[in-house]
């Protein structure tokens, strides 16, 4: 995946009162995850069925 080129989204319930905040971009089946603050810094990439699957846990 290349993330030079991504699309970052964040969140809707997300502010900008400095608050803890992830950005998702998502290509090719793959869902990349960075921390707002340090766009620069690390990212996670899983493939999207794990997304999805660790969204359902979240969701519990």
Known sequence: MQLSDALWRKSSHSTNN?????????????????????PDGPRLL??????VML????KR
């Open 18 to 38: 400095g608050g803890h905040c992830v950005e998702l971009a998502s290509e090719h089946g793959t869902v990349a995850v960075r921390d707002s603050k340090d």
């Open 46 to 51: 899983v493939s999207r069925r794990a997304f």
């Open 55 to 58: 969204l359902a846990d979240l």
